[in-house]
DNA sequence: CTGAAAACTTGGGGTGATCGCAAAATTGCA
DNA sequence: TGCAATTTTGCGATCACCCCAAGTTTTCAG
C-alpha cells in the first residue's frame, strides 16, 4: 500500500534525471554540460530539473545522500567500552579491508574524483558536505556525552574525528586517480590508518567510551 | 627607476574597487549587492572590475592576502628545539594575548564574520583558503623535515596543525558574531588553546623539531 | 464514473555573474 | 609631439537560477 502512484512517479523521474546528469558529467565534465542539455537529454523542462535539485551541484551528489551522518552512526552505534574515535577507526578499517565501494575502492572511482577536481563548485560542495559531517559528528557527541553546549570538547574532538575521516578520504581519492587498483590502496590505506592512530592523543581515543560514566 | 605612474595608479584603482565594494558589502551584505552597482559606485565599468577581480568574492578577501602563508611562516620561523606544533601554538597564543585584529580579535569583527555567514560563496571561498593554507603547511612540513613524497606524515600533522588554527577561529568568529567583547575572547580563546594542546599527541606535539635530526 | 482540488510540468521572461572582442581613451617614451 | 603599449569600456553572449502564470496529470470525494 503506502505510496501512490505519484510518489513513485516522482522518485523515478528524480531518479533518471540524476543518472543522465551523472552520465554526461562523467562524460564530459561538470561545467562542460549545460542544465539546459541534461534536460533536453532527459527529456523534461529545465524548470522541473529544477523542481526536483536546488542546483546543478545536486544531480552530481544525488548518490551520496546518507554519506554524511554515516560518522555520526558510527559513534552512536559504538561497542561497550568503546570511544568514539575508536569505533570510528574500526568501522573505517572495516570498509577499508572489504575493499568497499562505499569509501571509493571500486574500478571507476577515479572517474568520479576527476569529475569533482576539475569543477571549483563541486569541490565546494564536497566542503559543505564534511562540514555537515563534522556537525552530525559534533551533535552526536554531544548527546553522547551530555556535554553542555558551553563546553568545547565535542567540537574538538569531532575536528579530530573528521580529520581521521578526511586524511583516508583524500589519500584514496588521491591515490585511485593516479590509476592504482582498489586492493592495492586498501592495503595502503590500511597502512595509513595505523600512522592516522599513532597520530592521536589518548585523550581523544579515549573520548565518549560507551559505559564510562 | 622603480614603478611608473601606471603601476601606481593600476595599484590604487584596484584598492578604491576593493574599498568601495567592501563598503557595499559590510552595509548591505554580499548578494544583495550588485557588481554592477560596485562598478557604478567605483565609478568604473564592470569589465575593470573583473581586469582586477577574476571573481566577486576576491573583491571581498582581497585585504586578507598573506594569510595563507602565516602558519607555513610560523612553522618555519620555528626557535631552535621547537616544533613546528608548538610554534603555531606559541604565535597563536601572542595573538589573542595581544587581542591582535590579525587573528578577528578587533571592534567590527562581527560585521565581517556576518557577511560572510550569510552567503554560502563566501564560505566556500574560506574553504578554498584554508585548503591552500593546508597545502603550504605541508609543503613547508616537508621541506623542513626533508620527507620524502611518498611519507603521509607532513600531510597528516599539517592537517593537525590546521585543526588548531581552525578551532581558534571559528571559536573567534563565534564569539564575536555573538556580540561578545575582544577582550573577553581573548581570555576565553587562551583556555581553548590549552584543552586543544591537551588533546595533541606527543608525536605531533615533538614533529619537526628545530636541530633535531 | 466525474468533476474539482491538489500536485506536477512547462514556457516565457527576467536577473546577475562572467567572458570575449574590438573600439576608444590613456599613458610612456622616443 | 606622435606612435605604441596598455587600460578601459561598450556590446553581446552564455549560463545558472528564479518567478509566475498557464497547462497537464493524478487524486479522490461523492
Redesign the pocket.
Known sequence: MAE????R??RQ?RQYISDVATGLFLERGF?A?????I?AAA???????????????DLFFDRSAGVTDRLARWIRGRDAGESAARAVLRELRGEVEAVSPRVGLMEGYDRFMRVIHAAP?LRSRLWSLQQEIHDNVAAALREETGAGAEDPLPDLIAGQVCWVHEAVFVTIGREMVAGRKPAEVSREVLALLDDIEDLLSEKVLNYAVRGAL
Chains 1, 2 share one sequence.
Do not use: I
Not at 501512490?4 to 510518489?7: K, M, T
Not at 527529456?43 to 522541473?48: E, F, I
Open positions: 501512490g502512484l505519484r510518489e512517479k516522482k523521474t561545467e554540460v549545460t542544465v539546459a542539455e534536460a527529456d523534461v523542462s529545465v524548470n522541473t530539473v529544477y523542481n526536483y535539485f536546488p542546483a546543478k551541484e563548485a
